[in-house]
């Protein structure tokens, strides 16, 4: 369906409960596998490229990779870290610096974990040869200065992504700062969104913004990963937190290459329904508001009347179907709205059942501390908002479910 056949979104019907993801914006009820692929879901990965993300580019017909700084005794041996700067288009287009780990003790090919970091791949690990990026950076975090890292921040963030423990458990990750394909700053005009494709410099009301950048700089990642002989091409998880959380469910989403998604406390605009119930929650006028930049200008057209939407993030989790999401959250995080996340799950279920692929494996919430690891899976734990080590250990067990035990 061409874009320009969609209505304005205030000419769109009001719908009060979250949208029936089988159901076509024409009103035609999707009854089959076929027409699930071959109808509904084209339409609503466009609906949300038009209404809200913003549409990303086709992938370059050329990626350079370049190794650097390799390691084959990272981690006392047990693992080989190498650093991997990918370049694509013009020399403007902002390179990714790539950190992947990879275990050494395996029979096989490993499974791998994708994300997006906050702080730069040095803060990951306490290694002195790890490059610092050199470009913009949150000014929040340790041993940023002037809104750009430091060799202070070095190994800062080791426990938020807790690598060892991956490697131990047989899983590569392959991580890089979102910085690097997109600033975090409105006023910035760093991303790649500004640079590619080469040439375009307009910016309409649909343009893709910095979730879909950093997105599509996650599938940038997947399309070297997937040439790396080191790896298992169809065991890639994606995973990431709060922003970078809606960032991935977006990427796996939209490219079937990513077999499992974990957005992390991801909340309003990822995980957690715009059709907000929760008056804790954020809702998409906060969001849009004091995060301008990270979805198009047609989305805020929605900030006081969401209801008009014609999907909501139950839908975008249907787009995963038939491969395995976790939904992790927090007790305490009420922002990412866990009971409205909860809902979105059992709203994507029915498309998971057409595809015969089980679904959401509790009709309630658990308690905290349990995990459901169903296709739709779900996980709530004490504790605020943050990624630890303890949530990496839910993120491998359920990889371990759907994936298998890696072979040791």
Not at 336 to 350: H, I, K, T, W, Y
Request: aromatic fraction near 10%; glycine fraction near 8%.
């Amino acid at each position: 369906m061409s874009q320009t056949r969609f209505p304005e979104p205030e000419k769109l019907p009001s719908q009060a409960k979250l949208p029936d993801p089988l159901l076509m914006l024409d009103g035609e009820r999707v009854m089959s596998k076929e027409q699930w692929f071959e109808k509904r879901r084209p339409e609503l990965k466009t609906l949300f490229e038009h209404y809200m993300y913003g549409r990303a580019p086709a992938a370059p017909e050329k990626i350079d990779a370049t190794g650097e700084r390799e390691d084959r005794r990272f981690f006392d041996g047990k693992a080989t870290k190498r650093e991997v700067i990918l370049a694509f288009g013009p020399p403007d287009v902002p390179k990714i610096h790539l950190l992947l780990v990879i275990p050494n003790d395996r029979k096989k090919p490993a499974p791998v974990f994708v994300g997006l970091n906050f702080c730069g791949n040095h803060a990951l690990v306490k290694d002195p040869n790890v490059a610092v990026p050199t470009g913009w950076m949150y000014q929040q975090y340790p041993g940023v200065k002037n809104n750009r890292a430091t060799e202070a921040g070095r190994g800062t963030q080791v426990d938020v992504w807790a690598l060892e423990q991956s490697i131990e458990r047989g899983y590569a990750v392959a991580t890089c700062y979102c910085g690097d394909i997109a600033p975090d700053d409105p006023a910035s005009r760093a991303g790649v969104q500004f640079h590619y494709p080469p040439g375009d410099v307009r910016r309409g009301p649909h343009d893709w913004a910095t979730i879909a950048a950093w997105a599509w700089g996650i599938q940038r990642v997947v399309d070297h990963l997937i040439t790396d002989k080191e790896l298992d091409s169809k065991r890639i998880a994606v995973v990431g937190h709060s922003r970078l959380g809606k960032t991935a469910i977006l990427a796996a989403a939209l490219d079937e290459r990513i077999a499992l998604a974990i957005p992390h406390q991801a909340g309003c605009g990822g995980t957690a329904p715009s059709r907000c119930h929760n008056p804790k929650a954020e809702t998409i006028k906060r969001i849009n508001t004091s995060f301008p930049h990270w979805f198009n200008d047609t989305f805020k057209k929605f900030n006081d009347d969401p209801d008009r939407l014609p999907f909501d993030q139950n839908c975008l989790v249907a787009l995963m179907a038939p491969r395995p999401v976790l939904l992790s959250n927090a007790v305490e995080d009420q922002w990412a709205n866990p009971s409205g996340q909860f809902d979105v799950l059992r709203a994507a279920e029915p498309v998971y059942r057409l595809l015969d692929a089980g679904g959401l494996g509790s009709k309630q919430m658990p308690e905290p501390g349990k995990l459901i690891d169903s296709k739709l899976g779900y996980y709530i734990r004490a504790g605020q908002h943050s990624m630890t080590k303890e949530d990496w250990k839910i993120f491998l067990d359920f990889a371990d479910k759907h994936f298998g035990k890696p072979a040791g």
